[in-house]
């Protein structure tokens, strides 16, 4: 069902109502920038991941550490530079611009700062409308489309419709942006950061509304953020990384007992005391205040390895593959273990 209350058709042949159990996968991305001088910075280098329909994958990591590069890959903007992404059972990387541009009103991207993401001398209907003013809707029931769009983020189209951005709170042009993604009738929603240029108060509401939006329009989506609590709280699973590779990847429920990459529990070390456990205070041993390596010479081996108390040469020599150790769990490390004791 659509935020417009209709089905849409789509070219791959689903429905908003019978999505393809795998919503999105990528497959060992790698993005690098080049800076001159023969050097590149090394983005991200060769991440994988899977979405399932109606599933929230939270990607956590500090700020640098190439995960708003991965949701920029996902969508193709700009496409990586090797590896491949399928949006339900389409190849992105090998379509033309126009099929391109057919699948990204699919994958929709949310913006950290709502404010710079809309046009500031647009008014609200104007920008909701954007979407399927571009795919050439004949707008006969533009009004009532908008209005039920801008209901569904809980925004009153009688006092929001006419404003300009610049008229509203930061959450109210989140809102609007949430709106303008559910007029193109997405499978998938791509958030990053959407809630960290917010008051600590406005955010608990844009989080919810993510969920509750997820959750009735039977939406897949990656939440990308720094903060540890709130991709903890809002993701079926969590994948954490560490300079342009995944560490872990994991259920969130009991992560903080689940959790056994030594920088996935430095992250977890930083929740406040009541949602940790004796297991992730240990953690306080991992070196918080080293500096974080260059990307555009990261330490061989694990990336990891200079801020690790655990670190021994097999690190320095040989980058960690990405394995199971339990249903669902994913570790990048030579010498963490699983934990017996999880609930
Ligand atoms: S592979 Fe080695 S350096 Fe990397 S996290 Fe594991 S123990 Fe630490």
């Known amino acids: 069902m659509t935020a417009n209350g209709t089905v849409a058709d789509k070219p791959d042949g689903t429905t908003a109502e019978n999505p393809p159990q795998r919503a999105l996968t990528a497959e060992n991305l790698v993005v690098e920038f080049p800076v001159g001088r023969g050097q590149k ?35 193709q903007l700009p496409p990586p530079d090797s590896g491949t992404v399928r949006l339900g059972d389409v190849e992105l990387t090998g379509l033309g611009p126009e099929e391109l541009r057919e699948a990204r009103a699919r994958m929709q991207i949310i913006m950290q700062d709502p404010v710079s993401a809309l046009n500031p001398r647009r008014r609200v209907k104007d920008l909701v409308w954007e979407g399927p003013a571009i795919w050439g809707h004949d707008g006969s ?15 009153d189209p009688e006092t929001v419709r006419d404003r300009r951005p610049h008229e509203l709170s930061g959450g109210q042009c989140q809102r609007v942006c949430i709106a303008r993604a559910l007029m193109l009738d997405p499978h998938v929603l791509i958030c990053d950061e959407p809630v960290s240029s917010l008051d600590v108060s406005v955010q608990a509401q844009i989080l919810n509304l993510l969920e509750t939006t997820t959750r009735r329009y039977g939406l897949s989506m990656v939440f990308i953020a720094h903060d540890v609590s709130v991709v903890k709280n809002i993701s079926d699973r969590v994948m954490v990384m560490y300079l342009g590779r995944t560490c872990e ?28 456990s004796a297991h992730t205070d240990s953690a306080a041993e991992v070196k918080q205040a080293a500096e974080l390596p260059s990307p555009l010479d990261p330490p061989s081996g694990c990336r990891f390895r200079t801020r690790c108390p655990l670190a021994t040469d097999l690190c320095a020599g040989e980058e960690p593959p990405l394995r199971e150790i339990a249903p669902g769990h994913r570790i990048a490390c030579h010498h963490a273990e699983p934990r017996k004791d999880i609930p």
Do not use: F
Request: hydrophobic fraction near 45%.
């Open 41 to 75: 910075v090394h983005a991200v280098s060769g991440v994988s991941l899977e979405l399932a329909a109606g599933e929230t994958l939270g990607i956590l990591g500090e700020s640098g550490c190439g995960k708003s590069t991965v949701g920029r890959a996902l969508i």
């Open 141 to 155: 029931d533009k009004d009532a489309r908008i209005d039920e769009a801008l209901r569904a983020v809980g925004l």
């Open 249 to 276: 990847v994991l259920p969130s429920d009991n992560m903080h007992l689940r959790a056994v990459h030594p920088y996935t529990r430095l992250l977890l070390a930083s929740l406040p005391e009541a949602q940790r």
